[in-house]
């Protein structure tokens, strides 16, 4: 619907009725510079390698674009979404809430956005469960440190460098923006800052010890959502993340209101703040 002609209920936030009027106005230049959803990257790659790649690599490349997609989600549902949570009568009471709590309205994009994340981010994510996920960053564990063993092992990578990796061009916009006068000229400008760069960028024995690192400490962490092959694992990941959000920005999780705005995203109407209570406990 254009905004221009929508009704809009005086208790949905102004600056989120805005972002919709801004959205549907076929004059509005908003979405001008907005890059392709990941649902359009995915339709454009199967059309160009049509029976190419395997249904797990679609998936693999689909997680990736959502993990990595700064608009969250696509535009269409992301619009639709927008307008549902400000014309769902339901919605009033989350509003009338966290009204008492925001010091400026722009406040209400912030939720937005991290309505937008508990979807796409489920989108994202790897579903695994325990035991699959410490499994994945043992593996992960293991091949840094394979490949240590075989680079250290072989002469020719002894002065392998990632400074190395880092063309010209780069080099000069560096020191383009940190204003920086070598005292060379010309040519030995950018030779001069990459032998600078030499003291600061890590090793590839650095790089892959730290990757060593991190995986042993994500495969100890817990996943989001324990089932996630069970039918509510994405309800779940939403009211966690969500619970978190509210968590972080109010100092409480606000059970209520992550109740009612997940009964309104998802259609769901025996969702009360109970139920988020034992979600988030879990």
Sequence with gaps: M?????????WAPQSLVDRHKSRTDSQ?????????DPETIIADILRKHDGDITEEN?????????????????DRESTALLELLITDLRMKDVWKALVRRVEDDREFLHFFSACEGGIAGWRGAQKQTASERRSFYQETYDAAARLQSLMSK???????????????RRVEWLLEVLDASP????????????????????????????????????????????????????IHYFT???????QRRYNQPLHDVVAI??????????????????????
Excluded: W
């Design 2 to 10: 254009n905004g221009a002609h929508m009704n809009y209920p005086d």
């Design 28 to 36: 509005s230049s908003e979405r001008k510079f907005k890059t392709s």
């Design 58 to 74: 679609v998936e693999d490349i689909r997680r990736k674009l959502y993990r990595n997609s700064l608009s969250g989600l696509p």
């Design 154 to 168: 072989a002469s020719e990578f002894d002065f392998y460098s990632i400074n190395d990796l880092v063309d010209d």
């Design 183 to 234: 005292p060379l000229n010309g040519k030995d400008e950018a030779s001069y800052a990459r032998f600078c760069l030499s003291d600061v960028v890590p090793s590839i024995f650095q790089v892959l010890g730290d990757i060593g690192e991190k995986a042993k400490q994500y495969g100890e962490e817990e996943p989001l959502v324990k089932k996630p092959n069970s039918p509510n694992a994405e």
């Design 240 to 246: 966690r993340c969500l619970s978190a959000y509210c």
């Design 261 to 282: 705005t997940t009964s309104v995203i998802f259609d769901l109407p025996n969702i009360d703040a109970d139920y988020i209570r034992k979600i988030v406990k879990r």
